[in-house]
């Protein structure tokens, strides 16, 4: 079915956005101004402070979702902070291992390349807006698609069209891979007839409009949809949903200075839970993150989960694979355990 011009109208603004936040990272210092420094320790770090951006819908979305925020943020330091927004999980990866990021609000795998291989820590998690620490990963059809359950997908390989996130998203990849299609032995990039690789937004459009048919999302991202795209978002149905998946976190790079560490860590896990018309003023701007009601302090221990999760789908991937010895697959059975141990001792260590 053809989407209306209203829709078009939206979809034209968010794209015109997106080329402009695609360079945010350049643009940040111009969004978000400079200011007096501090005196004392702080004057001495004069380079602003910069915050990467995941992308939740476009990168033009999460920039103006997050701008209040990190202008409160701006105005409590009396220091500048520029944001880093990216259009991919990939290119945030890169602007963190490049020491261009100081604080990051990051989903489970990112988070665990940030912390075992690229000097951030965790210190704080989100709070949904009903009070849980996790988001539910979920795979969408069209509400008029002849595929009911996950059986009736399942039972013809390389008849549907898959569109999906890059693998370093854990809703949008690891966790339907590992839940739904590794346990059956099977690789989603081989099982469907066509795979497409985008943002949520865009997936769950291609499935809308018969580009796709069944796609990867996640609860946060359907929120979003449904107040972007009510009508697209009445067109379509969840087949399978997973078990909760621990949110979101928010890391800080280990070589910022202890002071602006502290601050950074009291403003965020302070962020709208203050009286009066301030404290409601804060929780206004929460709610432009989708499904957002706060921060709550977390450590490195919580992405234990997610290291989990990527060591069972590669011992599945592997156990499942073609190989050309049964040696070889061993080895790479051993390689998996190693990075399983590695990792963990990581998160423990910290």
């Not at 795998?109 to 620490?133: C, I, N, P, W, Y």
């Not at 069209?161 to 690789?187: I, K, M, W």
């Not at 909760?244 to 910022?256: A, H, T």
């Amino acid at each position: 079915m053809a989407v209306n011009a209203s829709w078009l109208h939206r979809l034209c603004a968010r794209r015109y956005l997106a080329c402009i936040a695609s360079v945010g990272f350049c643009l940040g210092p111009l969004l978000f101004g400079a200011s007096a420094q501090v005196p004392g320790q702080l004057a001495s770090q004069a380079a602003p402070i910069r915050f990467g951006i995941l992308p939740i819908g476009s990168a033009a979305e999460s920039l103006e979702q997050w701008r209040p925020l990190l202008d409160d943020l701006r105005k409590r330091l009396g220091h500048p902070v520029t944001t880093v927004s990216v259009s991919s999980y990939a290119s945030l990866s890169n602007a963190i291992g490049a020491q261009r990021v100081d604080i990051a609000f990051l989903s489970g795998k990112l988070a665990v390349e940030a912390v075992t291989h690229q000097h951030m820590q965790v210190f704080a998690q989100f709070l949904r807006s009903d009070g849980a620490t996790g988001n539910v990963a979920m795979l969408v059809v069209r509400d008029d698609s002849p595929i009911h359950s996950v059986a009736e997908l399942l039972a013809s390989p390389g008849r549907w069209r898959y569109a999906r996130s890059e693998q370093l998203s854990v809703t949008g990849y690891t966790a339907p891979e590992a839940d739904v299609f590794a346990p059956h032995g099977l690789n989603s990039d081989t099982f469907f007839a066509n795979v497409q690789v985008g943002d949520h937004q865009s997936n769950l459009l291609a499935v809308v409009n018969r580009e796709a048919d069944v796609a990867s999302s996640n609860n946060p991202d359907m929120d979003l949809f449904h107040r972007n795209f009510p009508g697209e978002a009445a067109q379509l149905r969840v087949i399978w949903r997973s078990p909760l998946i621990p949110s979101g976190v928010l890391v800080v790079r280990e070589g910022l200075a202890a002071a602006w560490r502290r601050q950074l860590t009291a403003f965020i896990l302070a962020y709208g839970k203050g009286a009066g018309e301030a404290g409601a003023r804060e929780r206004a701007q929460l709610s432009r993150i989708p499904d957002l009601g706060g921060f709550v302090a977390q450590n490195n221990h919580v992405l234990q989960p997610f290291v989990d999760m990527q060591y069972a789908l590669l011992r599945q991937e592997a156990e499942h694979g073609q190989w050309v010895s049964p040696q070889a697959r061993q080895a790479r059975l051993v390689q998996i355990e190693q990075r399983y141990q590695r990792d963990t001792q990581a998160l423990q260590g910290h």
